[in-house]
């Protein structure tokens, strides 16, 4: 339990980090797409025997420079759809080879608060003080290229490169949360708080912010809730996630 509310919290800090600029750049089908690629680096890690979270550390960057070379051209949706058709392909033949890992790679689909490592706690938390280090050296060219990406490419900034290290970011969000949350819901945590704090909270690093307390808030009732009732911390996240936004919505429109 322990390894579940650390590796719990990094996840939902950068989760709120990196979601911010998900929602910003209208990136969600490639929030939820990243997740389902990766899938198969999971379950072909399960299937030799090493940590799914290498598999997912390895498979999710590459997943993500994937999208990002073959959608530069204001195609991502199409890329990112091949991708994860042929990534979802090879994950089902890794399923194939064996049913020794079932448990673990369903744990992989709907996460398991308590199939988180202390190695894997670790790892998290390198990977969480690289995101977060990554985000700051990149937030203005990543706001630029999010609210004006003409005005960011007549100043001369890269959106390629930019939106390419944005999708690695993804990635490593991925390899994250994957272990606690799920494959399947791990991009709530990206959509939901993050989309409720920005409306409610226009300022940009104030919505960051508020999306971080929301993700965590999130998380931590997901642990509690599933522990308590034995069901997939996944079905929490979705329905919380979920829920924040509707009153998020509900906020800013009864504002207007």
């Given at each position: 339990?322990?390894?579940?509310?650390?590796?719990?919290?990094?996840?939902?800090?950068?989760?709120?980090?990196?979601?911010?600029?998900?929602?910003?750049?209208?990136?969600?089908?490639?929030?939820?797409?990243?997740?389902?690629?990766?899938?198969?680096?999971?379950?072909?890690?399960?299937?030799?025997?090493?940590?799914?979270?290498?598999?997912?550390?390895?498979?999710?960057?590459?997943?993500?420079?994937?999208?990002?070379?073959?959608?530069?051209?204001?195609?991502?949706?199409?890329?990112?759809?091949?991708?994860?058709?042929?990534?979802?392909?090879?994950?089902?033949?890794?399923?194939?080879?064996?049913?020794?890992?079932?448990?673990?790679?369903?744990?992989?689909?709907?996460?398991?608060?308590?199939?988180?490592?202390?190695?894997?706690?670790?790892?998290?938390?390198?990977?969480?003080?690289?995101?977060?280090?990554?985000?700051?050296?990149?937030?203005?060219?990543?706001?630029?290229?999010?609210?004006?990406?003409?005005?960011?490419?007549?100043?001369?900034?890269?959106?390629?490169?930019?939106?390419?290290?944005?999708?690695?970011?993804?990635?490593?969000?991925?390899?994250?949360?994957?272990?606690?949350?799920?494959?399947?819901?791990?991009?709530?945590?990206?959509?939901?708080?993050?989309?409720?704090?920005?409306?409610?909270v226009r300022p940009p690093l104030a919505?960051?912010?508020?999306?971080?307390?929301?993700?965590?808030?999130?998380?931590?009732?997901?642990?509690?809730?599933?522990?308590?009732?034995?069901?997939?911390?996944?079905?929490?996240?979705?329905?919380?996630?979920?829920?924040?936004?509707?009153?998020?919505?509900?906020?800013?429109?009864?504002?207007?």
């Open positions: 339990m322990v390894n579940a509310w650390l590796a719990g919290s990094m996840v939902a800090v950068v989760a709120g980090v990196v979601g911010f600029f998900v929602v910003l750049r209208g990136a969600t089908f490639a929030a939820h797409g990243i997740p389902l690629a990766s899938f198969a680096g999971a379950a072909g890690a399960s299937l030799v025997g090493v940590s799914s979270v290498v598999g997912l550390a390895v498979c999710s960057p590459f997943v993500a420079v994937a999208i990002g070379l073959l959608g530069r051209r204001r195609r991502s949706d199409v890329a990112t759809a091949l991708v994860v058709a042929a990534m979802l392909g090879l994950g089902s033949l890794f399923l194939s080879w064996t049913v020794e890992y079932a448990s673990e790679i369903y744990a992989l689909l709907f996460g398991e608060i308590l199939g988180v490592a202390s190695s894997e706690v670790w790892l998290s938390a390198a990977l969480t003080g690289a995101a977060v280090l990554a985000v700051a050296v990149l937030y203005r060219p990543l706001l630029l290229t999010s609210v004006a990406p003409d005005v960011a490419q007549a100043r001369g900034v890269r959106t390629g490169q930019v939106e390419l290290l944005f999708l690695v970011l993804v990635g490593v969000v991925t390899a994250l949360a994957v272990p606690v949350v799920g494959t399947l819901l791990m991009f709530t945590l990206m959509v939901g708080p993050p989309a409720a704090a920005r409306a409610l919505a960051m912010t508020l999306a971080v307390g929301i993700a965590l808030v999130t998380v931590w009732a997901s642990i509690a809730a599933a522990f308590t009732t034995q069901w997939p911390i996944g079905f929490f996240v979705g329905v919380l996630g979920a829920a924040w936004y509707l009153a998020g919505k509900a906020v800013s429109a009864l504002r207007r």
